[in-house]
């Protein structure tokens, strides 16, 4: 896969593949657009995939991916959707997500996510839809959602 270096694309979602996602993914640097949900893949998002800077969709939902959602993500400023719903990531939400200010969908519900809801995530003007229900966060809604 590294090798196909004009990839714009993968969709693997709803098939039997399985196992983790290859970190060789990361040198498919004009790859825009990956799903791949519901395939009952596991481990963590490859560190390697913050150097996907032409990534628009990055949809894992309904996996078992595990760990904390990855702080660098919020690096990737072409996301327009971010899917992580429904897989066992835990820990705290970035703020840094805040800085993804053309995303347009953050799917980040049914996971074990703790903590509050980041202020940054009032700097997500293009945001038009927020699902972070089926968690363990705590805490009051942040006043800077009501700029969105």
Request: proline content about 4%; hydrophobic content about 35%; aromatic content about 6%.
């Amino acid at each position: 896969w590294s090798t196909l270096t004009q990839l714009e694309g993968i969709r693997v979602s709803n098939t039997s593949v399985s196992g983790t996602i290859p970190s060789s993914y990361g040198k498919l640097t004009r790859l825009a657009i990956f799903y791949a949900w519901g395939c009952g893949l596991k481990g963590t998002i490859p560190s390697s995939f913050s150097q996907l800077h032409k990534l628009q969709i990055l949809d894992v939902n309904s996996n078992r991916l595990t760990g904390g959602i990855p702080v660098w993500l919020g690096q990737l400023k072409s996301l327009a959707q971010l899917r992580l719903s429904r897989n066992v990531f835990g820990g705290s939400i970035p703020g840094t997500l805040g800085r993804l200010t053309g995303l347009q969908v953050l799917e980040l519900n049914s996971n074990g996510l703790t903590g509050s809801i980041p202020e940054s995530f009032g700097d997500l003007h293009e945001l038009k839809e927020l699902n972070l229900y089926n968690n363990r966060l705590r805490g009051t809604l942040p006043d800077s959602l009501s700029q969105l």
